[in-house]
Each structure stands twice: as C-alpha cells, then as structure tokens.
C-alpha cells in the first residue's frame, strides 16, 4: 500500500485529490495549516496533520514517522494579483515551503513528487498556452510557481527525484472556500449573491478563461504516479473552452436562482485571455469527457446552497500598499 502525503489536502483541490487516493486504497497523511483549509474537508480514512510547510522540523519528523511513497503538494496561497503586494509572504508559502517538501523527499527516497503549478507560470499573449511555450511570468506567485518547477527539474538531474507537474488553471468546485474574496472568481460570485450583494467584476468583463471543474482535474493529478509517461513531464490540464467574466456572471447567477446584479469596479492589472491546450495530457492520460461549465455551476451552488456563504476578511499582512485596488478593502471579486 503506497503512503501519501497531501498538502493542502484540507483545503479544496487538496481534499479531493485526497479523497481520489484513499478510495485507491492508499495510506494518506493530510498536512494543513487550515489558513484556508477546514477539517471537515479532510476525507474519511485520511490522518489530518496541522501544520505548515514552512515548519522544516515538523516535515523532517513526517517523513522520517511515515516513509511516504509519494508527495502531492498542492499547499499554496494562489492570489495572483494580490502576489504583487505581498511578495515576501507569497515566495515563502510558494516557494520556499515548497523547497522544504522537496529536501526531504530528497532525502526520505521518496518516489515521485507530484506538484501543482499554474498557468500563471505563462504570462500574457500566449494563448492557447502549451508545454512547450517559453514562460514570462507576470506576478510574483507566478514566478514562484515558475522557480519551483525548475528546482524540480534540478533535482531530478541531481539526485533523481522523479516529478509530476500540472499547470492547472481556474479550477472550481464543490468544498471551495467562497469566503476567500482574493481569489477565485466562481466562489466570490457566489458568496457574495448569498449574501444578496451584487457581484463585483475588475474591468468591464471581457476577460476571458476557461473555468475547470475539479471532477476534471483531480482524478488526473491522483492517479498519475502510476503512468510512466508522465514522469518528470509538465502538464496543462483543465478545461478547453473559454468564457468572459460576464458570462460566467450570468452562469452563476442562473444557477443559483438570483439576478445577475454585477458592480463594475476600476480595471486591475491581468492577463486579459488565459486558456491552455491540454493535447499533451490527453496524449498521456486519454481524452476524457469534460464537464460543462454550465453542469459544474449547478453543482457548486448546489452545494453552495447547502453549505451558506462565508464572512470574509481582508488580509492582514499587505507588505506593500502602493497601487493596491482600493476596492480590495471591500468584498470585491479576481477575474481568474
């Protein structure tokens, strides 16, 4: 029986990655600050570890108690725009946590390291972005997402650790913290028409992604240890088809049964069109049946209904407020 860790897996994506390893019959640690995590997230059978990935004692003691066969990190504070204004709080929890997973998997022999990146790592006017395209980064989380798939890259040629990376992009879901009002986009809309406030857009709404439901992303990432045609490779993986902000607006809106009341806001510097071409992970793992956006919305909101909104805060440790949207000391929503 192979002996997991999962970061972040009280958190959304983590927690459901982790609940398609136990079901494979896998022994799975779950370790979790829970800064944006809840313990009820954590799936049954799974052992959840309060911690952070910035204590290197603590992951030295994991390791050396448990021997696992493989990591999946997925614990990170994916703010894009907000990294710009809190790069020493994000190159820590992104990059430098992330270095303390990597060292001791390094030295604990661990099999694979599975890792989820971000399409971030590509920057602006690349679309459809591919594996192959030479990333420019334009945040700082996407930068460090950026630095740690290099430093896995290294440490393959240097002690042959073998590595998994996935480039997902705008995934959204069912246990998704909507009370995060930084980041997103799908849960904010929610939370905030829960709350009956209108939903609130940066620019004019014309931005365009492609929204992934996670039932598409985190049975890929689970079970990707076992394909060798994966290993040591970069994947794009999640949706195919892009939508504008107002669109998804009124997607949400209809789902939950609620006008589509949207406040415009001063437009924030983004990339204005983030899709991906996933040929490369359907070469490797298959082409699979995606779900709808409009399909994924009914779901979440369904479980959105069920579950009520969240307060939200604002965060505490801005490092730099030049040029900080004002409207980001109210409830305001990302576009990605």
């Not at 990655?17 to 022994?27: H, I, N, P, W, Y």
Request: glycine share 8%; aromatic share 8%; net charge negative.
């Amino acid at each position: 029986m192979p002996v997991c860790l999962v970061t972040g897996g009280a958190g959304f994506m983590g927690s459901h990655v982790a609940e398609q390893l136990v079901k494979s019959g896998a022994d799975v640690v779950v370790l979790d600050d829970l800064s944006g995590g809840f313990p009820e997230n954590v799936p049954q059978g799974a052992q959840l570890v309060r911690g952070s990935i910035l204590d290197h004692r603590l992951i030295d003691d994991l390791f050396d108690r448990h021997r696992f066969t493989y990591v999946y990190h997925l614990a990170a504070y994916a703010a894009e725009g907000l990294s710009h204004f809190i790069k020493r709080f994000n190159y820590n929890n992104n990059l430098i946590g992330s270095v303390n997973l990597i060292n001791a998997s390094v030295n604990h022999k661990v099999s694979c390291f599975v890792f989820t990146s971000s399409i971030a790592v590509y920057g602006s006017g690349q679309v459809p972005m591919r594996e192959d395209t030479v990333p420019i980064p334009e945040d700082p989380y996407g930068i460090s997402k950026l630095a740690v798939e290099h430093e896995l890259r290294v440490t393959h040629e240097m002690f042959g650790l073998d590595y998994v990376i996935f480039r997902p992009h705008n995934v959204y879901g069912e246990r998704q913290n909507i009370g995060d009002r930084y980041r997103n986009v799908v849960g904010i809309f929610m939370n905030q028409l829960l709350q009956g406030k209108p939903m609130t857009i940066f620019g004019d709404g014309s931005q365009q992604r492609a929204f992934t439901h996670i039932g598409d992303v985190a049975p890929i990432l689970a079970g990707c240890v076992e394909n060798a045609a994966a290993k040591n490779q970069v994947f794009n993986v999640g949706a195919d088809v892009p939508y504008s902000v107002n669109e998804l607006a009124r997607l949400v809106a209809k789902a939950l049964g609620k006008p589509a009341d949207i406040e415009y806001l001063d437009a924030r510097n983004e990339v204005q069109i983030a899709f991906s071409d996933h040929s490369k992970a359907e070469s490797a793992f298959g082409k699979r049946e995606k779900i709808s956006l409009e399909k994924g919305i009914q779901m979440m909101a369904e479980w959105a209904v069920k579950n009520g909104s969240r307060e939200s805060s604002t965060f505490a440790g801005i490092e730099i407020e030049r040029n900080l949207p004002p409207s980001w000391s109210q409830v305001t929503s990302l576009s990605g």
